[in-house]
């Protein structure tokens, strides 16, 4: 019977050499496994997603010469993915299934996503026909990705042609909870059509997306036979059982066959991995971590710069940063003003050596003295009005900062990977230039009560105080005026955070989120909050998405915007 | 013969109740012109495009209601576009006619855009049901924006069933040369389908899309009957000329045919204003002065602040502020470092004298010392060769330009003007945080070659030297370290910018734009260091898009991109 072999791999988008240099080490590898097919992800030449790329027509021809350099050098029939160009100019996003160096037929992508953080339709026609291979009394359906999450789509075709089998090629970028909302339609596709399915995902961050790989094979009654490891590339295996020829129903798309001899050459035996139970952050934290190292290599960076405040946000943005590239590849500097109290100052030293990082102090005093000196007389004629908090002067230490900052970035050429959480970035609790500047951000999309939460799981996961205990226990303050506190312009975090999943991650709106029992007035402020900074967000750093909505490709909002939420 | 009212608005995105105001205030402008039929922009009610106010569930309830309020109050027969929802849960971009209070019928965008600027396909579902309107002899076809660009469209339909006329609500954004590529489409349109075409068309800025209004009607031989004003609000009136009943043929879509009662009354004689002709650089001016006039007002600001270097962007920025809000309303500050010179210095404060603006300076030497001072020690272990030019030092001079100008911002209220152009800023020749600061970026769609142009311009307008001629002739230098020229980093903008038009715009490849005749060194080292700087216009101010291709919702490029134009 057929083996089959997932390659999870971890492209990158454009590396289009490089890439196919990728399949063909992964050809390498699978080879003494003596696999019948082998599956790769989604768009394996080109990476996922192309974006704009795919408008290019220099983009499509790049590709198609080297997946005619490639085919030449597959000798396992292999399942690869790349955007084709018709001759009458029509763009897919095809898989071919390329067997003894050459193409023996190719499949086009027939449901294409145009939501949340996909917009396949700026760039791809649908395909309209099913494929299946037939060997022996198998036969084997090939979809790509969204094609597998709806009923109507061509794994359905397939099955009633026959196929026992569905070999899905995959980019569906992890969030938290994905692999359940996985586990859930495509059981649901298994009984359905009473088939295997084998789904192989692309494994990578890309820009905020992260790209989980959590490959898998599914039986049909919805069991998990085998699966790959989260976030890292892995080789997943897997014997068909014998299989019986089944009746062709008649299909609502037409599908192509292919008939293909498998080889009979016998196999060295495999082993299945028994599942291990994780912690519920582990997913979440992986992810984090191999967002950093990806944006961080993939773009040419050896390491990264960190303000380290002493509070927790920095503090846990660090811990991923050691994690993701190792200590040496990471340089703190702390920033205290006058109004750092000797706790903070003390949690970022005793950060950076629990970390074993660089670690410099630069205070901010001087220059903002300087600044003030300056500006004060260019202030005579203001209306106090205008800022009664002095707004103006908390900014200009944060800013201060940013030059620090990326004044050591640019000497150094290390990266400057930003600390900013979900919940401030939601409700504009940051200053643009300041403490928004980066080149990516580490816990974009994570909120402050999930911040706490990590914290204790990298100290959990590294069996002692990485990150100080201080630090984790201490009231949040931006220690930006004299004895501040978060609390102080906003709700309480654990107040707070929950009406912003509710707003922001699930779009309620303000009646069906007080319907939930949150106080009216406070959830009102949150959302003219939300709502007034999004010119901010759109000049913030990109970050790994790992909810369900992601302050990104996710949420379009206009800067321009005179809707209130009633 | 039945009269018609193209109501050519300018409505704000979100600002359900005010755009309702506004729709009523036009009605009883048009009321003494006793039109038949008013044409208002499409999505009329939200403003265009409300991007991901179209995925929140309430946005859709909010707007069912102001709809609900403003019928009755609708007396005139009248097409309003807003957002509607089936009971089914299916979102349309609806055009409603109106007459006597009541929803008359309503009709569905057939044909969705979904590239460059567009995602509607994101948002909703096709419509399938052309329109026709009927009064006596006459058939008006109604369709929305899109649908009028479509040979297969449904005008194509409502003309098969008769109608005579087609009236298109559209929200059609600005560019160069906009204007001529619709009158070819709807030129084509009027005579293949033998009907006049009454097209109004949205005006008014809205983030980076400027909307220039300039309605028009055009005769079944494609000539222009009357147009409204660009950039500005009019009711264009047009009488139809008597009319015969026209056999229906077999359309593709089925059309609604809906009959009505137009008045009898006798109509106040109208004007036809002859068209004048424009210099050709008008729109784009007109365009920019729309754009910072509405960004700033709709965004609730009354001014601007501007770092005038006394080089020619920020005069051109600070100009075109001037006749968008009045000099009362724009503050100059120059901030002069050791490299300035004399004659730079003195550029910006005449301009200031010519504008009649706020002027004041602000030297940025002792903070520059002052950082200097403390970062020094702690460059002693940087690679001299990951910043050879220095590059760090003229950093941190454009950034302590960024944070007075932001203190200012914050201290008076007013909105920092950005004076990026576009060559600088395909190329990455800019400052995050620095230079690149800022709520809106006045130039930022507009080639340095046409920042010249567009010098000259302004003094041709104002009868006037506004913008000292020596600030246009000057060898362009960002002035940050000695003797320092753009030309020593750049090629000079005459060669850049054409191959910028090539390669951003029309998204040719090297070797096409090579066979243009340009340089192939040049143009490679050109095409490398747009690709690199993605990440820096990620995080740049949205401005007003005037070419066919922005940096902004056209280009949506990866920032891990590893794709080599070859």
């Known amino acids: 019977m057929p083996r089959y072999v997932l390659a999870q791999i971890n492209t990158t988008v454009g590396a289009l050499e490089s890439n196919a240099e990728k399949i063909l080490a992964a050809l390498e590898d699978?080879?003494?496994?003596?696999?019948?097919?082998?599956?790769?992800?989604?768009?394996?030449?080109?990476?996922?997603?192309?974006?704009?790329?795919?408008?290019?027509?220099g983009f499509y021809r790049a590709a198609a010469?080297?997946?005619?350099?490639?085919?030449?050098k597959i000798k396992i029939p292999s399942l690869v993915g790349y955007p084709s160009r018709t001759q009458s100019g029509e763009h897919h996003n095809t898989a071919a299934l390329i067997a003894d160096g050459q193409v023996v037929t190719t499949y086009n992508k027939c449901l294409l996503p145009n939501y949340a953080v996909f917009d396949e339709k700026r760039?791809?026609?649908?395909?309209?026909?099913?494929?299946?291979?037939?060997?022996?009394?198998?036969?084997?359906?090939?979809?790509?990705c969204e094609d597998a999450w709806e009923d109507y789509g061509p794994s359905a075709d397939s099955a009633a042609a026959g196929a026992q089998v569905i070999a899905c090629l995959?980019?569906?970028?992890?969030?938290?909870?994905?692999?359940?909302?996985?586990?859930?339609?495509?059981?649901?596709?298994?009984?359905?059509?009473?088939?295997?399915?084998?789904?192989?995902?692309?494994?990578?961050?890309?820009?905020?997306?992260?790209?989980d790989g959590a490959s898998?094979?599914?039986?049909?009654?919805?069991?998990?036979?085998?699966?790959?490891?989260?976030?890292?590339?892995?080789?997943?295996?897997?014997?068909?059982?014998?299989?019986?020829?089944?009746p062709a129903k008649?299909?609502?798309?037409?599908?192509?066959?292919?008939?293909?001899?498998?080889?009979?050459?016998?196999?060295?035996?495999?082993?299945?991995?028994?599942?291990?139970?994780?912690?519920?952050?582990?997913?979440?934290?992986?992810?984090?971590?191999?967002?950093?190292?990806?944006?961080?290599?993939?773009?040419?960076?050896?390491?990264?710069?960190?303000?380290?405040s002493g509070g927790i946000d920095s503090a846990l943005t660090a811990a991923i940063a050691v994690d993701a590239l190792g200590s040496e590849n990471v340089f703190g500097v702390t920033m205290p003003s006058r109004y750092s109290s000797g706790e903070t100052k003390d949690d970022a030293r005793i950060l950076a050596e629990n970390l074993g990082i660089r670690f410099e102090t630069l205070p901010i005093e001087a220059p903002f003295a300087e600044f003030n000196k300056l500006l004060t007389p260019i202030y005579k004629d203001a209306d106090p009005k205008k800022d009664p908090e002095n707004l103006t002067d908390q900014n200009i230490q944060a800013r201060i900062r940013a030059v620090y900052l990326m004044a050591?970035?640019?000497?150094?050429?290390?990266?400057?990977?930003?600390?900013?959480?979900?919940?401030?970035?939601?409700?504009?609790?940051?200053?643009?230039?300041g403490d928004m500047a980066g080149g990516y951000a580490a816990i974009k999309d994570v909120l402050k009560t999930d911040v706490w939460?990590?914290?204790?799981?990298?100290?959990?996961?590294?069996?002692?105080?990485?990150?100080?205990?201080?630090?984790?226990?201490?009231?949040?303050?931006?220690?930006?005026?004299?004895?501040?506190?978060?609390?102080?312009?906003?709700?309480?975090?654990?107040?707070?955070?929950?009406?912003?999943e509710l707003f922001v991650e699930q779009d309620l709106t303000y009646p069906e989120i007080i319907e939930r029992g949150h106080d009216a007035e406070t959830v009102r402020k949150i959302i003219r909050m939300v709502d007034r900074s999004e010119f901010k967000r759109r000049q913030s750093v990109i970050g790994p998405r790992v909810t369900p909505k992601a302050f990104g490709k996710d949420r379009r909002l206009p800067l321009t915007n005179r809707f209130i939420q009633k």
Chains 1, 2 share one sequence.
């Open 30 to 57: 699978a080879a003494s496994l003596k696999p019948d097919l082998v599956i790769f992800p989604e768009m394996t030449l080109a990476g996922y997603p192309p974006e704009d790329l795919l408008l290019k027509p």
């Open 65 to 72: 010469d080297v997946m005619a350099e490639l085919t030449p």
């Open 123 to 144: 760039y791809f026609k649908e395909g309209q026909t099913a494929l299946n291979i037939e060997t022996g009394a198998t036969k084997t359906g090939v979809v790509i």
């Open 170 to 211: 995959s980019a569906s970028p992890f969030h938290h909870g994905k692999e359940e909302s996985r586990f859930d339609t495509f059981k649901r596709l298994c009984s359905k059509n009473n088939v295997y399915f084998l789904y192989c995902n692309l494994v990578g961050g890309q820009d905020e997306l992260i790209f």
């Open 216 to 246: 898998f094979v599914m039986s049909p009654t919805g069991e998990i036979l085998t699966k790959a490891k989260s976030f890292e590339e892995e080789l997943l295996v897997f014997d068909l059982p014998e299989q019986e020829k089944r």
């Open 250 to 308: 008649s299909p609502s798309r037409p599908v192509k066959n292919i008939r293909m001899q498998f080889t009979e050459e016998s196999k060295p035996a495999i082993e299945i991995k028994p599942a291990v139970e994780k912690h519920p952050l582990a997913d979440v934290y992986g992810g984090l971590v191999l967002g950093v190292r990806d944006y961080v290599r993939k773009n040419g960076f050896t390491g990264v710069i960190i303000g380290l």
């Open 408 to 433: 050591l970035s640019n000497k150094y050429g290390l990266l400057l990977l930003n600390t900013s959480n979900k919940s401030e970035s939601a409700v504009g609790y940051g200053t643009l230039y």
């Open 453 to 500: 939460k990590l914290s204790y799981y990298v100290n959990e996961l590294h069996g002692r105080e990485v990150i100080p205990v201080s630090t984790i226990v201490r009231v949040p303050s931006a220690e930006l005026r004299e004895d501040q506190e978060d609390r102080q312009s906003l709700p309480d975090y654990p107040v707070l955070d929950p009406i912003l």
